[in-house]
């Protein structure tokens, strides 16, 4: 399927880029890894500086191929997600283009239309707001 073919290595680039920026500014952050389940789904896990993956800090920064049986029952359509997420659940950031509309879904079947949504999203992806709203989220902290 082109989501699981074309996609991962564009969801991987968008999160090295978190990663670089995020390592720039002191922050520790792990290579970008494959969470794929039922929707293909990559993140990279922002920390602060000292601490350890094993506590429960830190911001999960993802991008998924959502496809809409799992998020609302409708058939055949996708979009693009980007969650910026604390390990409270509390959300930093994202982007969801149309959610919650009647354009939310393009036809997986449509390879153009699947194209265009995802440049909505990577057009609009600047790994250094992502890291600028995690800054923000741990200063409050």
């Given at each position: 399927m082109m989501l699981e073919t074309v996609y991962p290595p564009k969801f991987r680039?968008?999160?090295e880029?978190?990663?670089?920026?995020?390592l720039e500014r002191g922050f520790l952050c792990d290579e970008p890894g494959d969470?794929?389940?039922?929707?293909?789904?990559?993140?990279?896990?922002?920390?602060?500086?000292?601490?350890n993956p094993s506590?429960?800090?830190g911001v999960d920064v993802?991008?998924?191929?959502?496809?809409?049986?799992?998020f609302d029952?409708?058939?055949g359509g996708v979009n693009f997600i980007l969650d910026v997420v604390s390990y409270e659940g509390v959300i930093v950031g994202g982007l969801h283009p149309?959610?919650?509309?009647?354009?939310?879904?393009v036809?997986?079947?449509d390879e153009d239309a699947v194209a265009a949504r995802w440049a909505l999203l990577n057009d609009a992806f600047d790994a250094s707001a992502v890291v600028d709203s995690i800054e923000e989220f741990f200063a409050r902290e």
């Open positions: 680039q968008l999160l880029e978190v990663r670089k920026e995020a969470l794929t389940d039922e929707d293909v789904r990559w993140f990279v896990l922002v920390r602060p500086a000292g601490t506590e429960e800090a993802s991008i998924t191929a959502a496809e809409s049986e799992h029952g409708e058939e149309y959610n919650y509309t009647d354009r939310c879904w036809p997986r079947a």
